[in-house]
């Protein structure tokens, strides 16, 4: 059986980073529905993801979004993020939002578009020199809408080479994080639309690039935890940006379409090792219609019982029923671990962390929702839908 404390050990260390421009409005394409009390600049930002990891605990890092938190002294940033027990996390680019980037960034055919890219993922890696952040997360628009547009082969041509330019800057504890996504915003090809074109280029780089899961980014139906599974056999999985899909990518909150997909995924990890080889926790999620923070706490919670309940998969008796071929008695194993009530466990594990066993009340109670919308008036968030 599986040793309850080495269970609770585990969890009080899992770390789960939040994106900053989660605290903001975003929306869809159609409307952003813009809330009151949201985060005017990363500061306020930073202010909010403290709240997610005072009442759970296991939040301790935020991702950046360049331009979307561009701020003049990132020493600052990073103190103000120190002085509430947090740490600046990934830097995103962003090479889908500027004019000169209709037809792609680093994959487009005019030389000058490409280098006007490459001097913002440059930027970019400057940052993290400046925050101490290990990785930058690159998710590249990238593609073509209409057969014929542009070369396939020689778009993969000019994103390596962009890719080997960057890899270069990187720093001996700096990452590359290579994230694909199937389709959106371009329709007819995307340039990393999969894990075997991010997985080919990171091969090329070297052992500092590495490919980002966003469980958002795949055709319905995809088998993630075997991709999963691959790339931390291939010492390829970087990280992850959790969301979750009812059709596309849809960033809504983890766990909330398919717990089960969230525990199938999150078993391939503690069985390949993942909850120790450097890999990335993170959330990618843009709430339209619910409460920011609430929604994050939830993601957050909802990643946790996930984790728990891989962490409590009989891992003998389950070898021994494979071995000896016993199908259901193995299936059976699995869903014993994923059906079990795991809010209690992690209760306790809170309770043991000094912290309250139910983070949503806690945070309800707190406040901080009355205070934000006092406080702050015209919040807005250049990003996502702005
Ligand atoms: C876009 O669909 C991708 O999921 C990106 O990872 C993400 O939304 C972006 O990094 C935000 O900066
Ligand atoms: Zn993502
Ligand atoms: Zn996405």
Known sequence: ???????????????????????????????????????RDPYEKLADAAQVHEFTGVAPTVALHIPWDKV?????????????GLKLGTINSNTFQDDAFKLGSICHADPAVRRKALDHLLECVDIMDATGSRDLKLWFADGTNYPGQDDIR?????????????????????????????????FYTTDVPDWGTAYAHCLKLGEKAQVVVDTGHHAPGTNIEFIVATLLRERKLGGFDFNSRFYADDDLMVGAADPFQLFRILYEVSRGGGFTAGVAFMLDQCHNIEAKIPAIIRSVMNVQEATAKALLVDREALAVAQREGDVLGANAVLMDAYNTDVRPLLGEVREELGLDPDPMGAYRRSGWAEKIVEERVGGTQAGWGA
């Open 72 to 84: 003049e002294d990132y020493g600052a940033l990073a103190k103000y993020a120190e002085e509430r």
């Open 154 to 186: 020689e778009r993969q041509d000019r994103l390596a080479e962009g890719l080997a330019e960057v890899y270069d800057r990187l720093g001996d504890d700096q990452r590359m994080l290579l994230e694909y996504k199937l389709f959106e915003p371009a």
């Open 1 to 39: 059986m599986t040793e309850l404390a080495a269970v609770k050990a585990a969890l009080k260390t899992q770390a789960v980073e939040t994106p900053s421009w989660a605290y903001g409005n975003s929306g869809t394409r159609f409307k952003v529905f813009a809330q009151q009390g949201v985060p």
